[in-house]
């Protein structure tokens, strides 16, 4: 229990345009690598996430690991790509 008290502390000394910058870096920070991981996957199939799923590529290729496993990645990316830019949006309103 001790142990949070110092970080209390620390969290109460932060002003509120710290706070929102750190939010903001963070979700930039996010915001890169979901981007990074969308682009790679797109050149990887050589299509967008959208076509990938209307063209069930996952079926397709029997449901390999590699491939699921991939689906899997870029739907997260794609969310929180667009997560991200909601919330950048929101950070920027309230700063």
Known sequence: MS???PIKQMMER???DELI???RREYIRKLTRYRLTDEFLRKKYG???EEFEQENVVAKK???WDVES???EWEMAIDGISTCL???GEV????
């Open 92 to 95: 920027k309103i309230e700063y």
């Open 14 to 16: 932060i002003s509120n």
């Open 47 to 49: 299509m967008p996430y």
């Open 3 to 5: 142990v949070g008290y």
């Open 62 to 64: 029997n449901f390999s």
């Open 21 to 23: 910058e750190m939010f």
């Open 86 to 88: 909601r919330k950048l």
């Open 70 to 72: 991939d689906a899997q």
